[in-house]
């Protein structure tokens, strides 16, 4: 077989994404994978989550909200089994999509195993046997797995990472979770509408990592009144299973203590996922952090391997991934992609959701801006009033000496939505007064960031 112009190993948000795009700009690429197609958010992260999160809202949403807007629906209750089927027809319609997409591009799916023989030699192994595949270039995607917790083993039953929690066999009573980050955040949300009781045990002492502190301790606010409870600043040190139980022991301010739960769901982040491809035999260096190190245009140590996504590090994110593998490729073709790592969203679908872009109000000013300041709550959002969703506020941090727009974070049902403008903004170098001066139209959720970025020099209208 010739040698392909591009082998891209790994088919997530990343590999496939970046191969058709080499497929638009005229290359002949063979795209490896050993599992379903999609990776990691298509097939048990980003989407069934988001099935479940949305499907469960509703279901939160008839409970608890229909009957004041005068909407009767009689005894609510929940299947189980046909919402875990509805989540895994929505992953197979996506991953079957990408099927399409990738034989639309001509793109030469193998099935199987890779590791990196040399800079152009792939070998593959399936079921079938071993094959080798010659490429002009490699392109390493191969994501992310979580990360461990020596103190509470993954047995896949009673205590489970992300993949176990997204399709538990019966509603756990009591759950806890260790790690208050995102699939923790998400996933504990979805099992606390469908009745769990869910704790978590976060060893910072706020929740949602690195989001803004102020956003973040309203979240937490509003998660507490749905009935989760969070113990912060504790650490699990040990558990054990009997019975079908789980016993979780922690410390907290220099004391020990235990619970008994069901189910245990251990997030407490990810790695990248690079065993078995040869890459140090090949030169490919790693940082201390076990990612793959690059330099410019995502080339590794090594002259024509290149690497993007999870599997080297930064935020673990489908679109930062697949917009690095974007911007590799168009550099392969001497096209002239680029991340902007400035302007990322990150979203955490809990309900309200937050999301944010750029720099939270700490970070501005750790990296010694002056800062100036503009917040606005949904409750004077008339849209917002409409729905009934007045949980929740936009706060811009900009530059306090040029205006320039430096962070946006969104609080509200919608903000995954509508934290698209402020990324756009971002994008342009848009300062608040370039956001305060658009016309948003009315009555939308989006005059929330409107009225936020007027805030900023303390006109807005509507608070
Ligand atoms: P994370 O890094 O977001 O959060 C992990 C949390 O666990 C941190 O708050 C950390 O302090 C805590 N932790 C670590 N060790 C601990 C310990 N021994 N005891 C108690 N707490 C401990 O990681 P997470 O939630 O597992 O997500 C993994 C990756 O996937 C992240 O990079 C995240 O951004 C990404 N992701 C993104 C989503 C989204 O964009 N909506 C959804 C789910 C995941």
Redesign the pocket.
Known sequence: MAAFDLVVIGAGPAGYVGAIRAAQLGMNVALIEREALGGTCLNI??IP?KALLDATHEYYLAKNKFSSRGIKVGDVSIDLPTLMSFKQKVVRQLTGGVGSLVKKNKITHIKGNARLLSASTVEVTAEGGKQTVEAKRILIATG?K??E?P?AKVDGKHIVD?TGALSFDSIPKKLLV?????????LGSVWSRLGSEVTY????QN???AADAEIAALLQKSLEKQGMSFRLG???TATSIKGGKVTVT?ETGGKSESVEVDRVLV????KPAIEGLGLEQIGVKLTARGAIEVREHYQTAVDGVYAVGDCIGG????HKASDEAIACVERMAGVGGHVNYDAIP????TAPELASVGLSEEQAKQKGHEVKVGKFPFTANGRAKSMDEVEGTVKIVADGRTDRVLGVTILHARASELIAEAAIAMEYSASSEDIARSVHAHPTLSEALKEAALAVDGRAIHF
């Open positions: 992260g980003c989550s992310s979580p990360v917790l103190a992300s260790i790690g208050a980050g995102a699939i923790g955040l998400e045990v976060e060893f910072l929740i949602a990592g504790a650490k699990v922690y997030s407490v982040g990810r935020a673990m994110l489908a990150n979203i955490i679908y």
